[in-house]
T-cell receptor, first 114, second 113 residues
Framework: DSGVTQTPKHLITATGQRVTLRCSPRSGDLSVYWYQQSLDQGLQFLIQ???????AKGNILERFSAQQFPDLHSELNLSSLELGDSALYFC?????????????FGPGTRLTVL | GENVEQHPSTLSVQEGDSAVIKCTYS??????FPWYKQELGKRPQLIIDIRSNVGEKKDQRIAVTLNKTAKHFSLHITETQPEDSAVYFCAAPPGGATNKLIFGTGTLLAVQP
């Protein structure tokens, strides 16, 4: 167990819908990262938050947004869902920026868009 | 640019043999190079990492080497065991004010008993 929690574990929804994925980082970690892993694909970086502020963006679609709350949990919002959004979404957390530290991954949320 | 290339994409070895996976990065400002192991259906987990001030790091059967001049780093697994079968990802951070990681495309390692 990495100490990073994600809910829900599985999510099945229809095209055009909106979903919210939730992540709680390890105790004390200020940075949260979101990754997308499609079938047979690698880990695509979406976005990073540090202590409530957006720190870095990857190839995140405009239909996707995220935020980090004062208690440091983070939510990834996916809207106008398409079939191609079906993937495993991981959240990871790490200790203080700017030193490079191990990123601890959560168990992931498997999103299926029908 | 932000790019990490990883080879090979698949690797099959006999139990007891060694396995080597290589990665090349593009940003000369990168100074941290982790390797993650992802078993089927599981989360990626860090197995070893190296920082740019050293050229090699070992942890039991696993080692990582770094060549900053050539901008590549490699994972070496000796005496492979069936439980080493997994997908392995290398990663590197781009330069700048972030410690996000750019991951390689992964290597599926199969250790045949």
């Amino acid at each position: 167990d990495s100490g990073v929690t994600q809910t829900p574990k599985h999510l099945i929804t229809a095209t055009g819908q909106r979903v919210t994925l939730r992540c709680s980082p390890r105790s004390g970690d200020l940075s949260v990262y979101w990754y997308q892993q499609s079938l047979d694909q690698g880990l695509q970086f979406l976005i990073q938050y540090y202590n409530g502020e957006e720190r870095a963006k990857g190839n995140i679609l405009e239909r996707f947004s995220a935020q980090q709350f004062p208690d440091l949990h983070s939510e990834l919002n996916l809207s106008s869902l398409e079939l191609g959004d079906s993937a495993l979404y991981f959240c990871a957390s790490s200790a203080d920026w700017p030193s490079y530290n191990e990123q601890f991954f959560g168990p992931g949320t498997r999103l299926t868009v029908l | 640019g932000e790019n990490v290339e990883q080879h090979p994409s698949t690797l099959s070895v006999q139990e007891g043999d060694s396995a080597v996976i290589k990665c090349t990065y593009s940003d000369s400002a990168s100074n941290y190079f982790p390797w993650y192991k992802q078993e089927l259906g599981k989360r990626p987990q860090l197995i070893i990492d190296i920082r740019s001030n050293v050229g090699e790091k070992k942890d039991q059967r696993i080692a990582v080497t770094l060549n900053k001049t050539a901008k590549h780093f490699s994972l070496h697994i000796t005496e492979t065991q069936p439980e080493d079968s997994a997908v392995y990802f290398c990663a590197a951070p781009p330069g700048g004010a972030t410690n996000k990681l750019i991951f390689g495309t992964g290597t599926l390692l199969a250790v045949q008993p």
